[in-house]
C-alpha cells in the first residue's frame, strides 16, 4: 500500500484520501463521487508527484467539471483492477482518462510485482528463473533495477522477456478498458513519442515511461475507447522541468526525472480540448 509513511516528507504536500474501501492512497483533497466528475487514472505523472497543480487539477479549473486524480506513484492497470471501488468510480464518471503506463511495472508469467506498489519486484516465476539460471534474484527490490540488470546480462534472452511484458501489458490493458466502460480517453504523456519498436533500456527513450510500449500497441486499445490522446511536451516545457516543483531538498533527483510544470500545463490544454469535444459528442 502507497503509506502516508511511504511518501516521508512529501505527505504533507498531497493530503493523501481514500475512496471508500479502497486500500490505495490517492492524492487530495477527496473529491465528491455523488455528481458529475471526469475520472483521471494513471501512475505518477496523474498523480502529479512533485507538481502543487497536476493536470487533473487544471483540468477541472479549465472546464468547470469535478476531476478526481486517480493516479498512483509507480502504478500500473494491475493496482486499480484490484479495486473494484476504483472500477465503479470510472464506470459512473462522466468521462475517464486513463494515462498510459509502462509495462515494467505488471504482474505476468515470469515475476509478480506488489499488487499496490507496482514497482515492487516479489518473486521470479520458475518459467524465470530457467531463463535466467545464472541470476540470483533475491538482489532485487524494484522492477527496473531488475530489467536493466538482465538486459545488461544476455539482451537475447531479455527480449524475450520483454515481449512477455507486452503481452500482458495489452491483456491487461484491454481488461481494464472492459470493466471500466467505453466512455474513455488514452493519454500518452512522455517526453518522445511511441515508436514502432520497444525502446531499449539503455536508450534515451528509457529514461521515462511508458516503457516497452509501442504505437501498435497502442492502436490495438484504439476501437475501446473514445480516443487517443498524445501529448509530447515542448522543449521549452522540457527545458524548464525543474522549476516551479515543491519537493525536499534531499529529492531533486527523483524530480529530476519528472516532466516539470509546464508540461503538465501542456497536457491540460491537449486534454480539455479533447474532452470537451467527447462531452458534447
Known amino acids: 500500500m502507497m503509506k502516508i509513511e511511504t511518501l516521508g516528507d512529501e505527505a504533507s504536500l498531497y493530503t493523501p484520501c481514500r475512496y471508500g474501501n479502497a486500500r490505495l492512497l490517492f492524492r487530495g483533497p477527496r473529491r465528491p463521487l455523488d455528481g458529475r466528475y471526469i475520472a483521471f487514472v494513471g501512475g505518477t505523472e496523474t498523480y502529479g508527484r512533485f507538481i502543487s497543480t497536476p493536470f487533473p487539477s487544471l483540468v477541472e479549473e479549465r472546464l468547470g467539471v469535478t476531476c478526481v486524480n486517480f493516479g498512483c506513484i509507480n502504478a500500473s492497470v494491475d493496482a486499480f483492477l484490484n479495486e473494484p471501488v476504483i472500477l465503479n468510480a470510472c464506470r459512473q464518471s462522466e468521462l475517464t482518462v486513463v494515462e498510459i503506463t509502462g509495462a515494467q511495472n505488471l504482474s505476468n508469467r515470469f515475476f509478480t510485482v506488489h499488487p499496490r506498489r507496482n514497482d515492487r519486484f ?3 516465476s520458475t518459467i524465470m528463473r530457467a531463463l535466467y539460471p545464472d541470476i540470483d534474484f533475491t538482489e532485487f527490490c524494484f522492477t527496473r533495477h531488475m530489467l536493466t540488470s538482465l538486459c545488461e546480462t544476455d539482451p537475447e534472452r531479455f527480449a524475450i522477456l520483454r515481449e512477455e511484458l507486452q503481452i500482458a501489458w495489452s491483456a491487461r490493458t484491454r481488461q481494464f478498458l472492459a470493466e471500466i466502460g467505453p466512455r474513455t480517453i488514452l493519454l500518452w504523456f512522455a517526453d ?3 515508436s514502432d519498436t520497444p525502446a531499449d533500456l539503455h536508450s534515451d527513450r528509457a529514461t521515462s515511461d511508458p516503457l516497452f510500449v509501442t504505437r501498435k500497441m497502442i492502436d490495438g486499445l484504439r476501437p475501446l475507447v473514445r480516443g487517443v490522446v498524445m501529448v509530447q511536451p515542448t522543449a521549452r516545457a522540457l527545458a524548464r522541468r525543474g522549476e516551479g516543483l515543491i519537493l525536499p531538498p534531499h529529492l531533486s533527483a527523483a524530480a ?12 491540460a490544454t ?11 459528442a
Open 122 to 124: 516479489l518473486r521470479a
Open 256 to 267: 529530476a526525472t519528472m516532466l516539470g510544470v509546464g508540461a503538465h500545463d501542456e497536457a
Open 192 to 194: 518522445h513519442l511511441p
Open 270 to 280: 491537449a486534454l480539455t480540448g479533447a474532452l470537451q469535444s467527447s462531452i458534447a
